[in-house]
């Protein structure tokens, strides 16, 4: 065992492809080839309805089949050796060169069509490796046989192929039945595998197929190999190309050399250099004589030319060079120039047309460059990413594709003195309303070409542009930081000394409701999701008003960032001509519900207090057993709308108005921890007494100005909390229909039960059935009516049935919940300590 796992390791199999196939459950490494695979290739199995995988075992590629393609997909797998069936997979075994298994796969698929054949075959022999290379190149025709008669027109057909002799014929062939072929290595597969893959996209099943295509004889044999790339050979020397076609026809010997004049004289050099060993030199012939006399004719170069299998790029450059010096002297270039002038001169619409061809190569080419280094920065950016270095917003991909050069070039920022800023660390002063201005005079033509834009400016608007998106993301980060800091700071009491990010007032009573609103909803951040709404609606709302450029530069750059994409303004129209209520009303209304709440709040209250009463029945509504805490749609929204509004006051109106002017760039996250620091920030309040650091509380802090937008924010908020259905309503609502169902079932099988009964006659049937409908619809109906006695007045300490109360009746205690609530403030208090 010890020595398997010695083996498979010193082989490198246990990768991190081997790791992760274990933890997700496949049963092969090579599952993530096909993953691979499938990503690059426009994600076709998520597209195919019918799959067909040859040489499947042990089937990981049916398992990701089975992940990927749509529910009720047909795969179907076929292997030489048994597999492990799997659900929703179809596997047989069979030979994928013989008959048997075309006939099987033809009675699964009926009249059906693949939308993708797979075929990872590999031969199951250990012969030496032109014969494997063999039987593989015969088994991938065999699948692409299969792949044809099965494939539906625009299929896709991926197979496994060795890099062999045959790789080129096999090419040629799918080229032939598929309109787009590609070579590929997933990174799963090893780089020591020679195996490749190739994905045939589109296929033409074409009507008339010509027989010999799919004939091993005919591939293998009649197609000539392709040319050798000797250019390669000779510029990229150090990369060894392995000749796997073995020797050349007619051509037994490894070593080659011929005279060094030859090479001289040859029109095709390259070939020369990539196939010989060694040039010899014949010392008595003419030529070479004069040859000699050259100064590049050194001892390097002689030395070079014994044994060109050992050479370098440089060494072969050399060698051609003085090639060029050798026909130079001989004149062996000059007639060729002569047969250049003797062609014919070119007309003046062909001299355009050839400027023109040049000028567009010459254009291309650098389009590619850039685009080239674009991608690359971008892949390393995404890699840094990756890494937990960076954020995306700190990247500026957007920002990023305007020039590289442009954003990080300390040249120009020296130049325009942003430099001397960034280094004192006064990166705020780029947003001195003086720069604001002169941002705004800046106007950068993104058509233009780059250099063509005035360099100041461009380094002001990008670096302007970095900075709004970094503030914005660091702000958004401190906004969120700030809830959990005022979370925890009023849980601490902190919130008495230092009210910097206190968004929520730190009133107890106000915060117990607060709770016990959260908690009744059943939402965990209710709070934080409007707040996000309402600032998204802010957002929309600045965004709509970008129009009439009220907005500064820097906004407007916020505003460009895809992180505002899709925010739809669902806004009033402008407060300041239409809409009648202005932030004075909105604030005035807020302090108002304060100091006053509800006439229903009043009453409530009032009542309970009145110990004068002798006792209140309280009669229960019909639906008590849904909610007894909400008697119908109206009461809770009511209750809810109380509720929200008591969270909902100055605090957060203040909070919206913070929000503006961080949006707007009036404020940074500077501003707002400078203002934290002020002369309440570090209040000694050891030595006061309680009740008076109470009633001090809301005193003690700074009070904020509000804009009007943010109070209209506010009031949009409100609204759109008024027109969301309650979700405790809700549940209950699908609670009792849920009861009903059951009901209903808990019925029928009860009747069936009494139908199936064969001793009794069908009269004595119907009746039991109907007594036992009237006895589920009566139990329905008939709810229990409880009638709350509140134990105040006379009734205080009553043991037994009230006076006048008929049926079923709860006694309560009127002061039950406050006391409850001022025992949870005493022991928090407690806790405090
Ligand atoms: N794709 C499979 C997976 O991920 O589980 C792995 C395939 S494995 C690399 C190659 C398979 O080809 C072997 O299971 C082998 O049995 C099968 N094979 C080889 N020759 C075959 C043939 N003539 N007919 C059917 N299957 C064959």
Not at 57 to 70: D, I, M, R, T
Not at 459 to 483: G, H, V, W
Not at 809 to 826: C, F, P, S, T
Request: aromatic fraction near 6%; proline fraction near 3%; hydrophobic fraction near 30%.
């Amino acid at each position: 065992m010890g020595k398997k796992t010695q083996k498979k390791n010193s082989k490198g199999r246990l990768d991190k492809y081997y790791y992760l196939a274990k933890e997700k459950g496949y049963r092969a490494r090579s599952s993530f080839k096909i993953i691979q695979i499938n990503e690059k290739y426009g994600h076709f199995l998520e597209k195919s309805k019918v799959v067909i995988d040859l040489c499947a075992a042990p089937g990981s590629w049916c398992q990701v089949a089975s992940n990927l393609c749509p529910v009720n997909s047909l795969i179907i797998g076929v292997d030489i050796v048994p597999m492990k069936s799997m659900p929703n997979v179809i596997t047989f075994q069979s030979d994928i060169t013989t008959e048997d298994c075309r006939s099987k796969l033809r009675g699964y698929m009926k009249t059906w069509k693949a939308d993708t054949v797979l075929h990872d075959g590999a031969p199951n022999v250990g012969l030496s490796w032109a014969q494997d290379a063999f039987t593989q190149s015969h088994l991938t025709l065999q699948a692409l046989k299969l792949a044809v008669e099965n494939l539906v027109v625009g299929g896709t057909f991926v197979t496994k192929i060795f890099r062999s002799k045959d790789y080129n014929k096999l090419i040629w062939v799918f080229q032939q039945l598929f309109e787009k072929v590609e070579a590929t290595k997933p990174p799963a597969s090893r780089n020591v595998s020679a195996e490749i893959f190739v994905v045939c996209k589109t296929f033409k099943a074409p009507k008339k197929l010509d027989p010999r295509l799919l004939d091993p004889r005919e591939v293998f044999e009649e197609l000539p190999d392709g040319p050798q790339n000797m250019e390669a050979k000779v510029f990229n020397p150090e990369k060894k190309v392995r000749k796997r076609g073995g020797y050349e026809e007619g051509d037994y010997l490894l070593y080659h050399e011929t005279g060094i004049l030859d090479f001289m004289r040859t029109e095709d050099p390259i070939t020369m250099l990539g196939e010989y060993n060694k040039f010899i030199v014949d010392e008595e012939d003419h030529d070479w004589k004069i040859v000699k006399k050259l100064k590049q004719t050194t001892k390097e170069f002689l030395a070079c030319i014994e044994d060109l299998k050992v050479l370098g790029r440089k060494d072969f450059k050399m060698i051609l060079k003085w090639r060029k010096a050798a026909r130079e002297l001989l004149g062996l270039d000059e007639d060729e120039d002569k047969s250049e002038i003797n062609e014919t001169p070119l007309t003046e619409e062909e001299q355009i047309e050839k400027e023109l061809n040049g000028l567009q190569e010459k254009q291309r080419l650098s389009v590619k460059r850039e685009k080239r280094k674009k991608n690359e920065m971008k892949q390393k950016e995404i890699v840094r990413m990756q890494l937990n270095m960076i954020n995306p917003v700190d990247i500026g991909i957007e920002a990023a594709e305007l020039g590289r050069e442009s954003i990080f070039n300390l040249k120009t920022a020296e130049k325009t003195g942003i430099l001397d800023k960034l280094a004192k660390g006064k990166r705020r002063m780029i947003f001195d309303q003086s720069e604001l201005a002169m941002d705004n005079d800046i106007h950068i033509d993104e058509n233009a070409p780059l250099e063509d834009r005035d360099e100041h400016a461009e380094a002001d608007e990008l670096e302007s542009q970095l900075d709004a998106m970094y503030s914005n993301y660091k702000e958004r980060k401190s906004e969120r930081d700030a809830n959990f800091r005022a979370k925890q700071a009023r849980e601490s009491g902190e919130a008495d000394n230092w009210d910097g990010f206190n968004e929520k007032p730190s009133d107890d009573e106000n915060e117990e409701e607060t709770k016990d609103y959260v908690d009744d909803d059943d939402d965990t951040d209710v709070s934080d999701s409007d707040d996000d709404e309402a600032i998204n609606q802010l957002i929309a709302k600045l965004k709509s008003r970008e129009t009439s450029s009220k907005l500064s530069s820097k906004a407007r750059a916020l505003f460009s960032d895809s992180l505002f994409e899709g925010v739809e303004a669902d806004l009033p129209g402008k407060t300041d001509s239409g809409n009648s209520e202005s932030v004075g009303d909105v604030r005035k209304l807020v302090k108002k519900r304060r100091l006053n709440p509800a006439p229903e709040e009043q009453d409530s209250e009032s009542e309970s207090s009145d110990d004068d009463s002798d006792f209140e029945i309280v009669p229960t509504n019909e639906n008590d057993d849904v909610d007894s805490e909400y008697d119908s749609d109206e009461e809770a929204k009511r209750t809810k709308q109380e509720k929200h509004s008591k969270d909902i006051d100055i605090a957060t109106v203040e909070a919206m108005t913070l929000a503006h002017q961080l949006a707007l760039g009036h404020k940074t996250k500077h501003d707002l921890i400078e203002e934290g620091f002020n002369r309440y920030s570090f209040r000694d309040v050891e030595s006061l007494p309680e009740w008076f650091v109470e009633e001090e509380k809301h005193h003690s802090k700074i009070n904020k100005p509000i804009t009007k937008e943010a109070a209209m924010a506010i009031k949009d908020k409100l609204k759109a909390l008024n027109a969301r259905p309650i979700k405790k309503v809700a549940e209950a609502k699908a609670r009792k229909k849920h009861r009903a169902v059951a009901r209903l079932e808990k019925l029928k099988k009860k009747a069936g039960l009494i139908n199936d009964d064969g001793d009794k006659s069908e009269k004595d049937k119907s009746e039991e059935i109907a007594k036992l409908m009237r006895k589920v619809t009566k139990k329905a109906k008939q709810k229990p009516k409880v009638t709350v006695v509140v134990a105040s007045g006379k009734n205080r300490g009553l043991s037994g049935r009230p006076k006048g109360v008929k049926g079923k009746y709860k006694m309560v205690d009127g002061v039950m919940k406050n006391e409850q609530r001022a025992l949870r403030r005493i022991a928090k208090k407690h806790h405090k300590k």
